[in-house]
């Protein structure tokens, strides 16, 4: 799924995968993975400065993760490259949501929120 901020031609991928063997449904531990492509199809600069996630589980429990960056980065993303990381997050259910946005900075010194459109974390065939 490739979801875009339009007015500065931020285009942002999500591939998720459940990770059973961090995981302990027993114990209401369900772990997912995320990895994001940020490409940067603008004719400047951009850098990735802040991050801010809304996660919810099947429960409607939500948490908001803010924060400096991404898995200690604050990666410069020239024109037309991309940036791509991994990270995880636990839920206590076998079906949950992100959505969120990071906090960006044209080389002008112009900032601006990247959204991040709700993508779905899930085990494998918990959804029809």
């Not at 492509?37 to 809304?54: A, E, F, K, M, Y």
């Not at 099947?58 to 410069?76: F, L, S």
């Amino acid at each position: 799924m490739i979801l875009s901020d339009v007015s500065h031609n931020i285009a942002i991928q999500v591939e998720t995968a459940y990770l059973p063997e961090q995981s302990d449904p027993e114990k209401k531990r369900y772990v997912f993975s995320y990895h994001i492509t940020i490409t940067n199809n603008d004719p400047q600069p951009v850098q990735l400065l802040r991050r801010h996630w809304r996660i919810v589980d099947g429960d409607e429990q939500a948490q908001e993760v803010e924060g400096e960056g991404v898995i200690g980065e604050q990666p410069v993303i020239e024109p037309q490259q991309s940036y791509s990381y991994t990270s995880g997050t636990v839920l206590a259910t076998r079906v949950g949501s992100m959505q969120g946005h990071y906090l960006m900075k044209t080389s002008d010194g112009e900032t601006f929120n990247a959204d991040i459109e709700p993508f779905t974390l899930a085990l494998p065939n918990a959804l029809h």
